[in-house]
């Protein structure tokens, strides 16, 4: 990597180094605290490794990356011209599009790229989340263990989602990868020539901006809904069973789970570097496309504010 993007993506990386840390330390944690005989037993059949804590540090600082990847590319290649192409199909002479100039940022912003990706994989694997999806993907040892003998089921509940996050955070990536390169090639509608002369308000949006906020309904307050009846649903957990052995462990079990969020977050990094490499050779091949389907013209936005009359 030049170092001109190496300076580019160097925050990024040393968080990445860090969320790697991170996950040792705390595995080597769980392993002292949760598993203190011996080697811990296997998480899914999945994954070619009997160490529970070694597969939730391959989820996390590998496979989840990977699946990001995978998701960021066939949304760009594949999802991104369907839905542009969808978009002026389905309005017509409705709406009027143009390519507004490329935008010459110099940093990558983590947050604002990945969060509500992050939060639609999350509510995604909820939908899954059920015992029996549960026993079907976790290794019936890990099971037994965590709930019969030690009676953690915060901590099983959050293994059975990292597996499933494999598959919904590839997911939503792949969704929220169009409104990243969609954003980023300018293709912009209005409605300003429709409604110029009415008393409706004129509309300037971007198509990636138009497909985010149909995807945000599925990553925003179903999360937070979703999030408080599971928290319910722990602590009635953990009240149930005061006195078991191992349920004192349930709360820094729903601790590390409500960070979930956060920690999935820098997950989206290798994903969020690869997007900003590969920018303008995406954002050249989206353009080629909108020029196939009639948009040519280059949108200048701009607009003046005026103090209004004064009465006397």
């Not at 190496?6 to 990445?16: A, P, Q």
């Not at 969808?86 to 017509?92: S, T």
């Not at 143009?98 to 010459?104: C, D, L, Y």
């Not at 309904?217 to 722990?234: C, E, H, N, P, Q």
């Amino acid at each position: 990597m030049p170092k001109s993007k190496l300076s580019r993506y160097r925050n990024l990386l040393i968080y990445y180094v860090l969320y790697i840390i991170f996950w040792f330390i705390l595995t080597s944690i769980l392993r002292s605290v949760i598993f203190p005989h011996g080697t811990p037993v296997a998480l899914t059949n999945f994954i070619p490794v009997d160490d529970v804590l070694i597969e939730l540090i391959l989820v996390f600082v590998l496979i989840l990356p990977i699946s990001g990847i995978i998701g960021t590319f066939l949304g760009g290649y594949i999802l991104s011209p369907i839905i542009m192409i969808f978009h002026k199909g389905f309005y017509k002479s409705s709406k009027f599009y143009g390519i507004q100039s490329e935008s010459n940022g110099e940093k990558v912003k983590l947050l604002r790229s990945s969060v509500y990706a992050v939060l639609m994989a999350i509510n995604l694997s909820f939908y899954f989340l059920t015992p029996e999806i549960i026993s079907m993907i976790l290794d019936a040892n890990v099971i037994s263990d965590l709930t019969v003998a030690l009676k953690i089921p915060v901590f099983l509940r959050l293994l059975g989602q990292t597996i499933l996050l494999i598959l919904t955070f590839g997911a939503s990536t792949l969704l929220f990868s169009p409104v990243w390169l969609l954003k980023d090639s300018g293709i912009i509608f209005t409605t300003k020539e429709k409604v110029e002369n009415s008393n409706e308000h004129i509309l300037i949006k971007s198509i990636g901006e138009w497909f985010q906020t149909l995807l945000k309904g599925y990553a925003g307050i179903g999360v937070i809904l979703t999030y408080t009846i599971v928290i319910l649903d722990s602590v009635t957990l953990y009240i149930d069973n005061i006195g078991q052995p191992g349920n004192i462990l349930n709360v820094p079990s729903l601790i590390l789970w409500l960070g979930l969020p956060f920690y999935l977050i820098f997950s989206t990094i290798p994903a969020v570097i690869v997007h900003d490499l590969i920018k303008k050779r995406r954002i050249n091949y989206i353009r080629k496309i909108a020029e196939k389907i009639g948009i040519r013209d280059i949108a200048i936005v701009s607009f003046e504010l005026k103090k209004p009359n004064s009465k006397s």
